[in-house]
């Protein structure tokens, strides 16, 4: 940690500057933004408390109610949706999958390839470009895993293409999953649900009324 003399303010360079020679502008915005990022972290920490409270809570219920049934409940839980008894507030424990192709991807495509070189340029046209689309890469040299995955709902009998579809499926590896916690209130009577934000991005604040000067 750096020992920076009474009177002195470190700049982005680390050069040690008089707080004299400061512009008062300067010192209010360093002022501003240590004072917010202060609270940033006071409320990132609290969300991460909350997380790690709701999961602990959530997986100890789920064990409380397995055991009515003497029921273990082993590896992962998730995807289950708490509601409360008046059905106001609903809490959602989802668990998302990151999924990978293997080699066997490259299998899948050149059968698709062979498919579609006996295709003719007007028949099944359009499933030329569903495939072409589905294997595009973005800028990270990445497949998109669901448009690969939606070749699957087409239905087309050719031998050759369900080998591919197969291979698709076959090549599939989980590589990781992430927990997500989601809180929602129903909206009035009705049977539809607003989440409750837990990210800044989310929050809706209403816009303040202008200060009087006096």
Not at 2 to 12: K, L, M, S, T, V
Not at 161 to 175: E, L
């Amino acid at each position: 940690m750096n020992n920076i003399p009474e009177g002195f303010r470190q700049d982005a360079k680390g050069h040690l500057v008089p707080e004299e020679l400061i512009k008062p502008i300067d010192l209010a915005r360093d002022e501003l933004v240590s004072e917010l990022v202060g609270h940033a972290k006071s409320v990132s920490a609290a969300l991460a408390q909350f997380k790690a409270t709701a999961f602990g809570d959530i997986k100890a219920f789920v064990d409380m109610s397995a055991e009515q049934y003497k029921a273990t409940i082993g590896g992962k839980k998730g995807n289950i949706t708490l509601l409360s008894f008046d059905g106001q507030y609903k809490i959602v424990h989802a668990v998302q999958d990151s999924i990978k192709f293997d080699e066997r991807l490259q299998a899948a495509r050149a059968l698709i390839d062979e498919c579609a070189a006996e295709w003719t340029q007007d028949a099944r046209s359009e499933v030329r470009v569903l495939v072409n689309e589905a294997f595009r890469t973005d800028k990270a040299g990445e497949i998109s895993t669901g448009r690969v995955l939606g070749l699957r709902r087409l239905e087309i009998q050719d031998e050759r293409w369900q080998r591919a579809m197969q291979a698709i499926s076959d090549a599939v590896q989980v590589v990781g999953s992430k927990s997500y916690i989601r809180v929602y209130e129903r909206i009035g009577t009705s049977d539809q649900y607003a989440p409750i934000p837990l990210d800044i991005a989310s929050i809706f604040v209403a816009d303040r009324a202008p200060s009087t000067l006096h």
